[in-house]
């Protein structure tokens, strides 16, 4: 029997993205997560509860689609494992923060419109860049027809990133109110607000230590 527990979380990108590599090339993306739930009372009016936060952490393709799709602001629907992580900072009490291991997720259309695009991963362009195709097999590929592994002309990111709302920090602390409740969210009511925005340390399980990693930021926009 498997002791995971599994979550769906709907809310709103508190930061922007962090799209990094860990040192066997492994693409790594790492943000915030902000989700107010909401309830209605015995007359019927909507009210919101505390924000909770959480971090949410993606590895390989999945990283490096989010990292393209998602801005600040955004509202999301995100699917994985829970955990939590606790540190402590140099000269402070231990901290601890929910975790969401992201398996799949996006854009809530609930909430907004979005539109897909295929793309080329780009650890594989890396890699492909590095060792060329063969004359052979891509004239083998010619004959097949063999697909493409990105559109022509793609654009990586196109059609999100003029979503409204999305990318302004003053709408992003108004977007925080999930659900169909007017008033203002109760706890952290805007990203900067979040206290947990230093280095985490991740499951262990991942075989690298989050704070301990020396970053090379990829470009996931060129």
């Known amino acids: 029997m498997s002791r995971q527990i599994d979550i769906t979380v ?4 508190g930061t922007m993205p962090t799209v990094a ?19 209605r009372d015995a007359n019927g009016q909507w009210h919101d509860g505390d924000t909770l936060w ?3 952490k993606a590895w390989g393709p999945l990283a490096e689609n989010l990292g393209r799709s998602l801005r600040k602001g955004d509202p999301v629907l995100l699917q994985g494992r829970l955990s939590q992580e606790t540190w402590k900072p140099e000269g402070g009490p231990a901290q601890t923060s ?16 979005s539109s897909y695009m295929r793309v080329e991963s780009v650890m594989s362009s890396s890699r492909s860049a590095a060792t060329p195709q063969s004359a052979a097999s891509a004239d083998s590929s010619a004959i097949t027809g063999a697909e493409p ?5 793609a654009e990586p990111g196109a059609g999100t990133d003029a979503e409204p709302g999305a990318g ?23 990203p ?5 925005t230093i280095p985490l340390a991740p499951a262990d399980s991942n075989g690298f230590s989050d704070a301990e990693l020396s970053y090379e930021a990829v470009n996931v926009n060129a």
């Open 10 to 13: 709907q809310g709103v990108v």
């Open 21 to 39: 590599t860990t040192p066997n090339r492994r693409a790594y993306c790492r943000f915030r997560v902000a989700s107010t739930p909401a309830y």
């Open 54 to 56: 959480f971090t949410a």
């Open 98 to 113: 929910n975790v969401i291991t992201v398996t799949s997720g996006g854009h809530d259309l609930g909430r907004g419109t």
């Open 149 to 153: 592994d990105a559109e022509p002309g």
């Open 168 to 190: 302004s920090g003053n709408e992003a602390g108004e977007a925080l109110a999930a659900g169909p409740g007017t008033g203002a969210a109760s706890g952290a009511t805007d």
């Open 192 to 196: 900067s607000d979040d206290p947990w």
